[in-house]
């Protein structure tokens, strides 16, 4: 049996876990999240996807029961996701700029959540995977087309900073380690907002990955990451043990999984401390994963369906 030491208690950095609402109210899930973890962010409640309502209006019930869920428990609350082009609600894309401008809605948006967590938040991923999937530049979304892809870096940064001037402000996205233009593309969107003075103060690297990824990709891809001299979120890990399908045996799977889990701990914990901002897995159980719920074959997190660690867990354990 594997030692289930907290894994909280082992690291110098916050250790965090993605939830749901549905989870804060199921001691079995809370009681296991809270021994391991010092983070709590919200797999989608805290999104504009569920906030914000065809009328315009807002509702915060699930954001509040997670942060709630996470003060009682002495964990932080990182903001997930502000801006994001795979939320474009009806109450913006249809403004009528006439009455309201599109950007006065946006930095109203950013005010009234960001100053709702002041204080529990340490953090906001501020603009959510701005970088195109095939790595060749920006993303065009509702947000860059009515504000430019600069100005809406600056709308929103500068809305969540007059809002929390004590939270880390982040940008964040995926394949970094795997799709080099994409890396390259993200570093260069960075250096242009930061020298357009939006104040950026923190970086994101989501961290899906499939079991399948050559050893290395992943720690060099924080070494570049960390070239910025801004504090880094590993802020979405988990390996599919799907999508690659390389493997002999499941088992062989989930062995180079928990060497990838092994890998991302190890890179992460050779940063500079003041770069260390948390280490986070998106999800608990392997049957609370979003890819789980895509195809029930999938085990990519460090706990199994009943909650015990698996060599995954191990692996982190040791990197620490
Ligand atoms: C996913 C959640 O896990 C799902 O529950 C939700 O339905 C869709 O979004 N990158 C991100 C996260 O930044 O917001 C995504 O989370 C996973 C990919």
Redesign the pocket.
Known sequence: PIDATPLKSLAPFPIGV?A?ALHAADPAWTDLAATHFSQLTA??EM?MEYIVQPDGGFRFDRGDALANFARSRGMRLFG??LV?YANEPEAFARLDERRQSFEGALRNYVTAVVGRYRGLASGW?VI??PIKDDGSGPRDSLWSRRLGQVGHFKVAFEAARAADPDAVLFT?D?HLESKPAKLASYQRLIDEVLSAGVPLTGIGC?T?LIADLPAGALTRTLKVLAGFGLPIHLS?MDVSLIHGGLFASRRDSELAQARLYGEAMEAFAALPERQQFAFTV?GLRDRDS?LT?QNAQDAPLLFDDRGQPKAAFAAVVDAL
């Open positions: 993605a749901q797999e989608w999104k997930h996701t994001w991923d959510n995977e964040n995926y989501q899906h979405e998106w979003w719920r």
